[in-house]
Structure formats: structure tokens, C-alpha cells
Nanobody, 121 residues
Framework: QVELVESGGGLVQAGGSLRLSCAAP????????MGWFRQAPGKEREFVAA????????YYADSVKGRFTISRDYAKNSVSLQMNSLKPEDTAVYYC??????????????WGQGTQVTVSS
């Protein structure tokens, strides 16, 4: 079992930035590729970004490429999502995910509880 705890969501104006973090306590952190998904009201959950177990490879949805950056910190057992140039359409609940495969764009083995990101126009 992998516990994932997100933090860092909030309200920001369009064009602004937010940084999401996901803590994954335990000794299994390096065994999983990590990712972020999001779900907007009335829409299905969608893939946002993923990073490999080694941290050497990343993969992004076209909608966030060039604006979002995923990274992982092995010392802190955490993964982060730096979100710049935010748009109102980025408004969603963001979920941290862990999976054995990379990139996991449609499913994950473990999910966090989600953190709300709201971008005002």
C-alpha cells in the first residue's frame, strides 16, 4: 500500500503560478513512477504529467506542455508539479498517482485524495 498526500492547491489568477506537492512516505517511493491527473467539474479524470522511477524521463499532456513541470525528490519522498501561466481551463481537482508503469496515462495503482486548483479569469 502506498499512501499519497497532496498539498499546495488554491486560488490563483490567470497567468499566475502554483506548486503542488505530493508526499509518499515509506521505502517504496523509488519503486514507482509518479504522476498527476486532474478532474474538472462534469468531466472525466485526465492525465497531466508523469515522471519515471529514475526521474530521468518525463511525459506531459499536450494541454500543459511548456507550462507545467513535474519533478521528484528522493530525499523527501515527494513529487511536485510546478504550474506556470495558469489558465481558467486548468481549474480542477488535481490527483497525485503512483504506478509501476511509465507513463501511466489512463490508470494508476495508487491515488491521493486530491487538491483543488482554481484559476480565476
Amino acid at each position: 500500500q502506498v499512501e499519497l498526500v497532496e498539498s499546495g492547491g488554491g486560488l490563483v489568477q490567470a497567468g499566475g503560478s502554483l506548486r503542488l506537492s505530493c508526499a509518499a512516505p515509506g521505502r517504496t517511493f523509488s519503486s514507482y513512477a509518479m504522476g498527476w491527473f486532474r478532474q474538472a467539474p462534469g468531466k472525466e479524470r485526465e492525465f497531466v504529467a508523469a515522471i519515471s522511477r529514475s526521474g530521468g524521463s518525463t511525459y506531459y499532456a499536450d494541454s500543459v506542455k511548456g507550462r507545467f513541470t513535474i519533478s521528484r525528490d528522493y530525499a523527501k519522498n515527494s513529487v511536485s508539479l510546478q504550474m506556470n501561466s495558469l489558465k481558467p481551463e486548468d481549474t480542477a481537482v488535481y490527483y497525485c498517482a503512483a504506478d509501476r508503469g511509465f507513463p501511466a496515462t489512463t490508470r494508476a495503482d495508487y491515488w491521493g485524495q486530491g487538491t483543488q486548483v482554481t484559476v480565476s479569469s
